[in-house]
């Protein structure tokens, strides 16, 4: 491993994205949010997905000349067309247009349509926090889930995400959740390493419960809560894909299959900016009684503590910040490659 600092980082991925055509702009945001989920330690997310977006800006399935459009339908909602643009990027300029409607309105929303695959929630979630403002998101997937009653995927793990700001500390309350039992990148990973999963995680081809994760790979993935799980996925697709004007549900193809395949995903970005609600020193010492709540309700040596969705990656965060950030040489090389050749 070396440490390497989030600059360094940032500027290899940019040049990867911009070797492929992307313009400065759009790729130096990309970088940013994918350099940011590695450094809050969710590396299924980050510098792992620098290889499979370069494929799909070289196969077609990602225009590297995209520009997204965005409108303002009303006073607080906001429209993104990512025109198949580089997810992370497209997802970026989602997140500040919601946040500019909170600041004019209290409250912001913004949809986008025709984007892809974006990483993982909670960079962007990170950056409504920095800003000062609680949110919802929700992004859709390819299908990978079956509905209750049904044996084919129709429905994907519909990431969710909410974030708390913590103002006086920065130690943001940050929940980024797939509604599949895991997000299948761990499956994916398991099955590259020979590793057995938990028989809860997914089915294979027939519906069985499986630990085999290449066989895995081939079936489907488990909701959280069973049904419940998969109709609350079911709905917040609804919202992200059907609202936004997006691919929805079984309409979302599976890039990692089919790297030249128009993904049109959707994202819905709900912000609020808190300061409306009350001073900022206010909801830091809101978020500390949770804190204490928690602690409170300990067992007695329990290990790890109870803790706040987030206290995890804002510490992997703050240690990447103050000391760079940890890479294995061999993904170093391959980013080199991919920025250089």
């Known amino acids: ?137 929700v992004t859709n997937s390819a299908p990978m889930i079956a509905p209750p009653g049904g044996h084919r995927p129709v429905i994907g793990n519909t990431p969710l995400g909410i974030a708390v700001p ?54 489907l993935m488990q909701a959280i809560g069973g049904a419940k799980g998969a109709h609350l996925s079911l709905c917040l697709d609804l919202l992200a894909g059907g609202l936004s004007g997006a691919a929805m549900l079984s309409e979302v193809p599976n890039a990692n299959l089919d790297t030249g395949a128009v993904a049109n995903v959707g994202h819905m970005f709900v912000v609020i900016d808190v300061a409306r609600l009350m001073p900022s020193d206010a909801v830091s010492r809101r978020v500390e009684d949770a804190r204490a709540m928690l602690r409170a309700g300990a067992a007695e040596a329990a290990d790890p503590s109870p803790r706040l969705p987030g206290a995890r990656a804002m510490a992997e965060l703050a240690d990447a910040r103050a000391n760079g950030v940890a890479v294995e040489a061999t993904v170093l090389e391959s980013l080199h490659e991919l920025a250089d050749g």
């Open 1 to 137: 491993m070396s440490r390497v600092t989030a600059d360094e980082l940032t500027d290899l991925v940019r040049r990867a994205f911009q070797r492929q055509g992307v313009n400065a702009d759009m790729a130096q945001d990309a970088a940013s949010m994918l350099v940011t989920t590695e450094m809050m330690g969710i590396r299924t997310h980050g510098l792992a997905k620098v290889g499979p977006y370069v494929e799909r800006l070289r196969d077609g399935g990602v225009d590297p000349e995209a520009d997204p459009i965005v409108t303002a339908p009303a006073p607080a909602l906001r429209q993104v067309d990512g025109r198949n643009g580089l997810g992370p990027a497209v997802a970026l300029r989602g997140v500040r247009a919601a946040v500019e409607a909170a600041r004019a309105a209290g409250m912001g929303a913004s949809f986008c349509r025709g984007s892809s695959h974006l990483g993982a929630l909670a960079p962007q979630l990170l950056e409504a926090a920095e800003a000062g403002c609680a949110a919802l998101f």
């Open 166 to 219: 913590d103002p006086a500390t920065a130690r943001h309350v940050i929940l980024d959740m797939a509604l599949s039992m895991v997000a299948r990148s761990k499956v994916r990973q398991a099955a590259a390493r020979g590793e057995a999963i938990p028989d809860t995680w997914a089915t294979d081809a027939e519906g069985r419960p499986t630990t085999d994760a290449a066989a895995a790979m081939q079936g």
